[in-house]
């Protein structure tokens, strides 16, 4: 806590924390050199990638009149205000700013009849997927149960449910919002059309949210799991999968992955044993003989043991030619990247243009590399220079996520809802410019 920033903010921070009490805030609250600080600074889980931060004021919020006080208090004080739930997609410290947590609010219902998930911005993918177990329902999540549902959804959200029921966000119904001057608002189809659409993708510059509806999709079982094979086949397979993949049914996901000295698939089909088996055959079979295969039926909430390969560099590419795919073998086998994992978008993530700003709808492939830049500088060379917001760690990088028209249209709703960017601790995306007055 050395800079300007961090001092002047903790010299405030007990006049920050009175306001915050005065305007209603009843759940715990932290200032530097209390017993419970260091912990409440961090989060649970930790951050990511090795962030350190230093609040004046950690405010642990417990219900949505809680947020509220919090943002007026930090509003009335002209102090920085960071938003967290989990912990997960946290990339800019929170030093000399009032760090608001949520990751209390973590209540979780389900309407069976209507298919929707009620959830709290502290709550998990684990727990939303417990929940709609009993009634055969599943929701849009990723694949660790350990991510928080809030910053997942707003800010796309790609699983194993995305090919036939769209990305995490699209499937966002209703959300109940703090918004930067301390309103309680809701969005919705019907209410708020253009805050719902910019929620919808571009994380949490339009509001503090404080409770999701989420839309389910009726999954009991799947048929699910990895093979693998001898690297020899690497280039083999991966030709099959980028001229196969196009042609799957929406029920099927599958991802290609080069790891060390193998490669696989990691698939998930909506559907039964044999449908699946038949489906998924022409892939395996270009893989040749599999060193290790465990494709099964398996419920849903197991469809977490499949694995995936950590973000550390992603990619978009709208074609992968073999010279690109014998780069990605290359990345691997001299030590640029541990692992390698290519999707195909495909099916319903491409169909929902208009709904949000979510994604390059229509960019097919993506490489998602475990490695260095430096390592992946290769493949990001012929890729197209887009992004997807829940794996780009650089904010300032943001735009990368949104297409041209969509970072100004998102810039234009930004100045309504938040035109001092008070909500600015994020992926920013800066409002735009008043428009000058006529002369």
Not at 4 to 10: H, I, K, R
Not at 211 to 217: M, P, Q, V, Y
Not at 328 to 340: F, L, M, Q
Request: proline fraction near 6%; include cysteine.
């Amino acid at each position: 806590m050395t800079t300007l920033m961090s001092l002047a903010g903790t010299m405030q921070a007990p006049e920050v924390a009175k306001s915050a009490r005065q305007a209603g805030f009843r759940g715990p609250v932290q200032l530097p050199g209390d017993e419970g600080y260091d912990a409440a600074r961090m989060g649970f889980p930790a951050l990511p990638n090795g962030i350190e931060q230093f609040p004046a004021v950690v405010a642990e919020a417990l219900a949505a009149a809680d947020v509220r006080a919090a943002v007026l208090a930090a509003r009335a004080h002209r102090m920085p205000l960071a938003v967290q739930g989990t912990g997960h997609g946290t990339y800019v410290e929170c030093d000399g700013g009032l760090l608001l947590r949520t990751s209390r609010m973590d209540a979780v219902h389900i309407d069976p009849e209507r298919r929707i998930a009620r959830v709290g911005p502290g709550a998990v993918w684990g727990q939303v997927i417990a929940a709609a177990e009993p009634f055969g329902l599943a929701p849009p999540s990723g694949s660790h149960a350990a991510v928080g549902v809030a910053g997942y959804t707003l800010g796309g959200g790609i699983g194993w449910l995305a090919r036939k029921h769209g990305f995490g966000a699209d499937n966002l119904v209703r959300a109940e919002l703090v918004s930067a001057d301390g309103k309680i608002l809701t969005a919705s189809a019907g209410e708020r059309p253009d805050l719902f659409w910019a929620l919808r993708g571009a994380g949490r510059n339009f509001g503090v949210v404080t409770e999701l509806e989420i839309r389910l999709a009726p999954v009991a079982t799947v048929y699910g799991g990895t093979a693998f094979f001898g690297i020899e086949r690497a280039h083999a397979l991966l030709a099959a999968f980028r001229d196969l993949a196009p042609q799957h049914p929406d029920e099927l996901t599958v991802n290609a992955v080069i790891a060390g000295d193998r490669v696989g698939l990691r698939a998930v089909y909506l559907g039964d044993a044999e449908s699946g088996r038949r489906t998924l055959a022409p892939l395996l079979a270009a893989g040749g003989e599999p060193v290790e295969q465990s494709f099964r039926e398996m419920t849903y909430a197991e469809t977490e043991g499949i694995g995936s390969t950590a973000p550390r560099q992603f990619e978009l590419f709208a074609a992968l030619p073999d010279d690109v795919l014998a780069t990605a073998i290359r990345t691997v086998a001299s030590g640029g990247a541990d692992e390698i994992e290519v999707r195909h978008w495909g099916g319903a993530t491409t169909r929902a243009l208009g709904n949000g700003p979510v994604g390059h709808r229509h960019v097919p492939f993506s490489m998602t590399i475990a490695g260095t830049p430096a390592g992946a500088a290769p493949l990001a060379a012929r890729a197209t220079g887009g992004s997807f917001l829940n794996f780009l760690h650089d904010e300032s990088e943001t735009e990368r996520a949104y297409t041209r028209a969509d970072h100004a249209r998102l810039r234009e709703i930004k100045r309504r809802y938040d035109p001092e960017n008070q909500l600015g601790s994020t992926h920013n995306i800066a409002p735009a410019h008043a428009p000058a007055l006529a002369a």
